[in-house]
């Protein structure tokens, strides 16, 4: 059999296999439009004061812009110590015993006595005569402070009487009382219905043991809306026992907004960047903290609506999200294990192949269809050997897919290895496309291996094949050149800061998130900036001086940084749970643009660099 023929039968296969394995999820993904957008009630209801409005008033106007859900808090010791809800609390101090309590007591203007008085006596497991008086309790108020008190009852009827969503937020619980929290949770639904919950505060209540909490949601059938870069204690845990009943949350806190100088403008654009390339159907969006600037409720509302519409522009209903993964779990074939197992083998063939070690012929490729037959079945049936395989194959695609271009001669035709770079994205996204990663609950192992590993696989390939001028011997014998050291330094630092900043939203800054906003607005999918600015460029340059027998000790930068760009390329779909269709447009748009970002780096160099250094002819030799 020919090497060719059998490589294209092979990719159809391959191809074939994935798209199978990917249908389910691009069948989730094409009914998951409805998008909700949440107001905090007490946010809504300062700024309706601030502005001379009522705040059923202020929610309807809300309502009319877009939002279908309002969040309320379950209100903690400082929030009613600083005139929050309907109860107010003192401090109380035994002198014989030298104890400090408290005692909380329903305002005997509320309209809602009865069942405040109730609920308190359930929240901290009292039961006394006195079921209408105020309730005193042995519990020092500087562990009050955070600590949930009462539901927010005025965010409860208000958001009854707008007909909205209930976002629910039970706070944390004394230690004693962490069951507390879940029995609430049946009481305050009981009378209004809850449609999504998380736990607020720095741990949930009961941790280490969340499963009360997590029992009592599934009885009642409430889903558990799932923070983003949320590092509560005992959150994972909770979205383990929770799953697959989960909807996915974005938020940006107060604190973030002031600590990280975040406009407004910026802030839509990053609701609107989590609905569009991470699938959240949650956008809880917050007016500017009140200490920071002379922001109004008019303003918000206006905000409010921009969100809405730039939404909708997307192509999203402003309607309450359904728990898809509920009805709709996804789970793997055989056919996409073999897609995955496939390429693994494939991928690490050619390697070894490149490195002398290996030859293809008719007895090799049965060896490796029966070898990637067995690995399917490995991999469907021990998790461990499956994240090991895809953790190495996700690497080994785009060490092939650099070499495939780099040593096709002097054309360097790109679009192969681009091809085999998208099709083994896509068998690596059929395997894993489950609930578990796609819901973020399971972290895919390969993301960091994949940009570090490229690169030494290329240079080790490099050296020993004397692509590069010397052997790694030679190379380390003799002493260094400055031009090296440089060139290498720089060289790590950059990987270095790129393993740093890979799934690490913080560490962005500002001018940079105003060039991808810019990228958002005019392709709609932004290119990745590894990919643009370092991969395809690459490429090109390197293929310029190759042709031209230009600098022929430091090509090989050139070289490691084109395998960091179709490491890119790969870890783009890795990204379980961004809408295929956006990872696609995504790469199409990162290759044109990156070869145009190329072909501009040539002509610089061409017309530029290489007349300013003809003066100093071993640089260019």
Same mark, same amino acid.
């Given at each position: 059999?020919?090497?060719?023929?059998?490589?294209?039968?092979?990719?159809?296969?391959?191809?074939?296999?994935?798209?199978?394995?990917?249908?389910?999820?691009?069948?989730?993904?094409?009914?998951?439009?409805?998008?909700?957008?949440?107001?905090?009630?007490?946010?809504?209801?300062?700024?309706?004061?601030?502005?001379?409005?009522?705040?059923?008033?202020?929610?309807?106007?809300?309502?009319?812009?877009?939002?279908?859900?309002?969040?309320?808090?379950?209100?903690?010791?400082?929030?009613?110590?600083?005139?929050?809800?309907?109860?107010?609390?003192?401090?109380?101090?035994?002198?014989?015993?030298?104890?400090?309590?408290?005692?909380?007591?329903?305002?005997?203007?509320?309209?809602?006595?009865?069942?405040?008085?109730?609920?308190?006596?359930?929240?901290?497991?009292?039961?006394?005569?006195?079921?209408?008086?105020?309730?005193?309790?042995?519990?020092?108020?500087?562990?009050?402070?955070?600590?949930?008190?009462?539901?927010?009852?005025?965010?409860?009827?208000?958001?009854?009487?707008?007909?909205?969503?209930?976002?629910?937020?039970?706070?944390?619980?004394?230690?004693?009382?962490?069951?507390?929290?879940?029995?609430?949770?049946?009481?305050?639904?009981?009378?209004?219905?809850?449609?999504?919950?998380?736990?607020?505060?720095?741990?949930?209540?009961?941790?280490?043991?969340?499963?009360?909490?997590?029992?009592?949601?599934?009885?009642?059938?409430?889903?558990?809306?799932?923070?983003?870069?949320?590092?509560?204690?005992?959150?994972?845990?909770?979205?383990?026992?929770?799953?697959?009943?989960?909807?996915?949350?974005?938020?940006?806190?107060?604190?973030?907004?002031?600590?990280?100088?975040?406009?407004?403008?910026?802030?839509?654009?990053?609701?609107?960047?989590?609905?569009?390339?991470?699938?959240?159907?949650?956008?809880?969006?917050?007016?500017?903290?009140?200490?920071?600037?002379?922001?109004?409720?008019?303003?918000?509302?206006?905000?409010?609506?921009?969100?809405?519409?730039?939404?909708?522009?997307?192509?999203?209903?402003?309607?309450?999200?359904?728990?898809?993964?509920?009805?709709?779990?996804?789970?793997?074939? /055989?056919?996409?294990?073999?897609?995955?197992?496939?390429?693994?083998?494939?991928?690490?063939?050619?390697?070894?192949?490149?490195?002398?070690?290996?030859?293809?012929?008719?007895?090799?490729?049965?060896?490796?269809?029966?070898?990637?037959?067995?690995?399917?079945?490995?991999?469907?049936?021990?998790?461990?050997?499956?994240?090991?395989?895809?953790?190495?194959?996700?690497?080994? /695609?785009?060490?092939?897919?650099?070499?495939?271009?780099?040593?096709?001669?002097?054309?360097?035709?790109?679009?192969?290895?681009?091809?085999?770079?998208?099709?083994?994205?896509?068998?690596?996204?059929?395997?894993?496309?489950?609930?578990?990663?796609?819901?973020?609950?399971?972290?895919?192992?390969?993301?960091?291996?994949?940009?570090?590993?490229?690169?030494?696989?290329?240079?080790?390939?490099?050296?020993?094949?004397?692509?590069?001028?010397?052997?790694?011997?030679?190379?380390?014998?003799?002493?260094?050149?400055?031009?090296?050291?440089?060139?290498?330094?720089?060289?790590?630092?950059?990987?270095?800061?790129?393993?740093?900043?890979?799934?690490?939203?913080?560490?962005?800054?500002?001018?940079?998130?105003?060039?991808?906003?810019?990228?958002?607005?005019?392709?709609?999918?932004?290119?990745?900036?590894?990919?643009?600015?370092?991969?395809?460029?690459?490429?090109?340059?390197?293929?310029?001086?190759?042709?031209?027998?230009?600098?022929?000790?430091?090509?090989?930068?050139?070289?490691?940084?084109?395998?960091?760009?179709?490491?890119?390329?790969?870890?783009?779909?890795?990204?379980?749970?961004?809408?295929?269709?956006?990872?696609?447009?995504?790469?199409?748009?990162?290759?044109?643009?990156?070869?145009?970002?190329?072909?501009?780096?040539?002509?610089?160099?061409?017309?530029?660099?290489?007349?300013?250094?003809?003066?100093?002819?071993?640089?260019?030799?």
């Amino acid at each position: 059999m020919k090497r060719n023929v059998f490589y294209a039968a092979l990719f159809v296969c391959i191809l074939a296999c994935s798209c199978y394995g990917l249908w389910p999820r691009f069948q989730l993904e094409s009914r998951n439009n409805n998008i909700a957008i949440i107001s905090d009630y007490r946010e809504i209801s300062a700024l309706s004061k601030a502005s001379g409005l009522n705040t059923d008033e202020a929610i309807g106007i809300l309502k009319r812009n877009g939002i279908t859900g309002l969040m309320v808090s379950e209100l903690t010791g400082d929030n009613i110590d600083h005139g929050a809800g309907q109860a107010e609390m003192k401090k109380v101090r035994d002198p014989e015993r030298g104890t400090e309590g408290i005692i909380i007591s329903i305002l005997p203007t509320s309209e809602h006595k009865d069942i405040l008085n109730r609920w308190l006596r359930i929240r901290f497991a009292v039961s006394d005569d006195k079921a209408n008086g105020p309730l005193l309790i042995a519990i020092p108020s500087n562990v009050m402070k955070n600590a949930g008190v009462l539901p927010d009852i005025d965010g409860l009827e208000a958001a009854k009487r707008a007909g909205l969503k209930i976002y629910y937020r039970p706070a944390s619980s004394p230690g004693h009382l962490s069951d507390q929290a879940s029995i609430m949770l049946r009481e305050v639904n009981a009378k209004y219905p809850i449609s999504v919950f998380t736990p607020a505060g720095e741990y949930i209540s009961g941790y280490p043991d969340v499963s009360m909490m997590a029992n009592t949601a599934k009885e009642l059938n409430i889903p558990l809306a799932v923070v983003e870069f949320s590092r509560q204690v005992g959150e994972p845990q909770l979205n383990a026992l929770m799953s697959p009943n989960l909807l996915a949350l974005h938020s940006v806190t107060s604190e973030e907004m002031t600590s990280r100088r975040i406009s407004r403008t910026a802030l839509r654009d990053r609701m609107v960047r989590a609905a569009v390339e991470r699938s959240v159907r949650l956008l809880l969006y917050r007016s500017a903290p009140s200490n920071t600037s002379n922001f109004k409720f008019n303003d918000y509302a206006e905000e409010v609506r921009l969100l809405a519409n730039e939404l909708k522009e997307h192509g999203f209903n402003l309607s309450w999200p359904e728990t898809l993964f509920a009805d709709y779990d996804l789970n793997r074939n /055989i056919f996409a294990a073999w897609a995955l197992s496939a390429v693994f083998i494939f991928a690490l063939f050619r390697y070894i192949s490149r490195m002398g070690g290996l030859n293809m012929n008719t007895k090799t490729i049965y060896v490796l269809m029966i070898a990637s037959v067995i690995m399917a079945f490995v991999n469907l049936k021990v998790p461990f050997a499956a994240r090991i395989t895809g953790a190495f194959t996700a690497p080994l /695609i785009a060490v092939e897919a650099s070499l495939l271009v780099m040593d096709s001669g002097r054309k360097r035709n790109i679009l192969p290895a681009f091809v085999f770079a998208v099709l083994g994205g896509l068998a690596l996204a059929s395997f894993f496309s489950v609930t578990a990663y796609m819901m973020r609950l399971q972290t895919f192992s390969g993301v960091k291996l994949t940009l570090v590993l490229p690169p030494v696989l290329v240079l080790l390939h490099d050296l020993k094949r004397r692509i590069h001028p010397e052997s790694l011997i030679e190379f380390l014998s003799r002493p260094p050149l400055w031009g090296e050291l440089i060139l290498y330094a720089v060289l790590l630092a950059g990987v270095g800061f790129i393993v740093y900043r890979s799934d690490n939203v913080a560490n962005v800054s500002g001018f940079e998130m105003s060039i991808r906003a810019s990228l958002e607005k005019m392709l709609v999918a932004r290119p990745r900036t590894r990919e643009v600015f370092l991969g395809y460029p690459c490429v090109l340059v390197l293929a310029y001086l190759v042709s031209n027998n230009y600098f022929a000790r430091y090509r090989e930068i050139f070289r490691i940084g084109a395998a960091l760009g179709f490491s890119s390329v790969i870890n783009s779909f890795c990204h379980f749970h961004t809408p295929l269709a956006m990872i696609l447009l995504r790469e199409f748009n990162g290759l044109w643009t990156g070869l145009l970002v190329g072909i501009i780096a040539v002509l610089g160099i061409k017309f530029v660099v290489v007349p300013m250094l003809r003066l100093i002819r071993p640089l260019i030799s």
